[in-house]
């Protein structure tokens, strides 16, 4: 587990959460940008396992993932409340 202590793994892995993310902040959901996202995660996890093991992809995919699914029910919560707001008030 010496890849935590790597620089290049931990930019390895914001790329990957920030592709994991992109899908959670689009407004319209486009399918090619969803395709570019995915393509761009799959390229950062599998660069993850070539340089430093199927291990440290592992990390990178389950928290890269979390992060996503995170932002995306905090999006989701946010825009929840923003339209409550909008028919009550409104």
Known sequence: MS?????SW?????ASAAAASFAALMKPVKPLFLIAA?????ASIAWSAIAWGGL???AAG???LSC???????VLLLTGVKLMAKKRYG
Request: charged share 5%.
């Open 38 to 42: 995915g393509t761009a995660w799959s």
């Open 56 to 58: 440290s992809a592992l």
């Open 62 to 64: 389950a928290l890269s």
């Open 3 to 7: 890849f935590f202590l790597d620089t």
């Open 10 to 14: 931990w930019l390895v892995f914001a």
């Open 68 to 74: 996503g699914l995170l932002l995306f029910l905090l």
